[in-house]
């Protein structure tokens, strides 16, 4: 737009200068060529009369209408006064030009006769010792005068208007590969790290589809050696991390042969061993997800009836799950996903925030969405954390001393986007967080 502007600007300002210069060169030239035109006929009418004064004075009166004047022009002799025209007087010609003549003196003076404009000629007869003043209509000159401007107008407009579309095709042809540049930068970044950019013709350009290409291809190739490092240290820690735990599941059910002392610290590795187990599974589950390994599998559901029994599955049975009018809830979804939001967002308020209040279903921000909605009665989630909580390994202030992975939330997100919807917090009605889900409906 700036570019676009730019051009216009300077095609206008240069139009606007060339035309003025241009009709002030044309009116000066236009003017000077009817002044000298105007003098020649002035002169060769003023010698006529005078010759006639000097052969028959008497019959001046007669002669002096056969003066050859232009149409709509009119001459006057000022000694005698004699017009060549009736319907003007010698008050209308300028006061400056007849006190000059009456002086022996020659001119020429532009002036208005009911706003038309006139050139005067003045020429003293030194004969007859009388002067003679000759008006020539300039409204022709002006009608020309007119018409150049108008072109002149028109041509800057014109050519205003094919600047600005130049610089406007210009600078998108420039800026297109800017574009795609940015294009493809926005892809990358919402997880689509095969975008590239295409080659350039233009050197520089080209050089700088070949500088982002290669810097997205480091980034691909980072992102992935670590996705799957992550995968294959999850994978590597399952088969140990399941031997632990059912060694330590043996331990615990044998606690009652151990000392008070011991049955401590037995608590603490229990809890340690069962909660990386947890984050070991969520790992996996990530890494999968990051690969493309997992699929959406829809099935038709009733929202309502599935959340109730999810509840009851995570010993919640007596959180209320309502309705909202004309909530259509039959939809079409991953049940597997969709219990594992459903889940997590449970936890998560159980272990952060006192537990689940509420799980509310209603229409989405468009018809084919749907939302689900979990309050809790906590404290809330700080504005500058509802982002970053959904981050993998992100705690909150109100669980940093609390159990968990930090991955719960993640995942919500991640199977969120995985159904076409997103996840986010906010305040809830009745005090405490509201984590919200909006998930297609497939219809």
């Known amino acids: 737009m700036r570019v676009t502007l730019f051009f216009a600007l300077v095609a206008l300002t240069a139009g606007i200068a060339l035309t003025a210069v241009t009709y002030q060169f044309a009116r000066n030239f236009l003017l000077d060529e009817r002044t000298t035109s105007a003098r020649q006929q002035a002169n060769a009418n003023a010698n006529q009369v005078r010759d006639k004064l000097r052969i028959d004075p008497g019959t001046v009166d007669v002669f002096f209408q056969d003066v050859n004047t232009e149409p709509d022009g009119f001459a006057f002799l000022t000694d005698p006064l004699v017009p060549t025209d009736q319907g003007f007087q010698l008050d209308d010609l300028p006061v400056a030009l007849r006190e000059a003549v009456g002086n022996g003196e020659s001119g020429s003076q532009r002036f208005t006769v009911d706003g038309d404009p006139y050139l005067a000629i003045g020429l003293h007869l030194p004969g007859p010792d009388t002067g003679y003043i000759e008006a020539f209509p300039l409204a022709p000159t002006e009608r020309t005068l007119r018409a150049v401007l108008t072109v002149l107008v028109v041509g800057t407009f014109v050519t205003t208007m094919l600047a600005t579309f130049f610089g406007w095709s210009t600078s998108k042809r420039l800026l297109r590969p800017i574009t795609r540049v940015a294009d493809a930068a926005g892809a990358i970044a919402s997880g689509g790290l095969d975008t590239r950019v295409e080659a350039e013709k233009d050197p520089d350009l080209d050089r700088l589809a070949g500088s982002f290409n290669a810097m997205v291809d480091a980034v691909q190739a980072r992102i992935e050696r670590e996705a799957r490092f992550a995968s294959d240290v999850s994978h590597e820690l399952r088969s140990p991390i399941t031997a632990l735990a059912a060694a330590i599941e043996v331990l615990d059910a044998r606690r009652d042969d151990f000392s008070d002392r011991s049955r401590q610290a037995l608590d603490v590795v229990v809890s ?36 109730r029994r999810i509840a009851a599955r995570n010993g919640m049975a007596d959180v209320p799950v309502d309705l909202a009018k004309r909530t259509d809830p039959i939809i079409d979804t991953d049940k597997l996903r969709y219990e594992r939001i459903l889940s997590n967002l449970l936890a998560n308020a159980q272990n952060h925030a006192g537990g689940p209040t509420r799980i509310t279903i209603a229409n989405g921000s468009a018809p084919e969405m749907i939302q689900i909605a979990v309050d809790d009665c906590g404290d809330g989630v700080e504005l500058d954390e509802r982002i970053r909580i959904f981050e993998r390994f992100a705690r909150g202030s109100a669980a940093r001393h609390r159990v968990g992975t930090g991955l719960g939330l993640a995942l919500v997100s991640e199977h969120a986007a995985a159904l076409g919807g997103r996840a986010w917090v906010t305040d809830a009605p009745d005090g405490g967080a509201r984590f919200v889900v909006e998930i297609g409906t497939g219809r």
């Open 272 to 307: 340690q061993v069962r909660r990386f187990d947890d984050m070991v599974l969520d790992l996996l589950e990530l890494s999968r997800m990051d690969a493309g390994a997992t699929e959406v599998n829809t099935e038709e559901i009733d929202i309502v009836d599935l959340s």
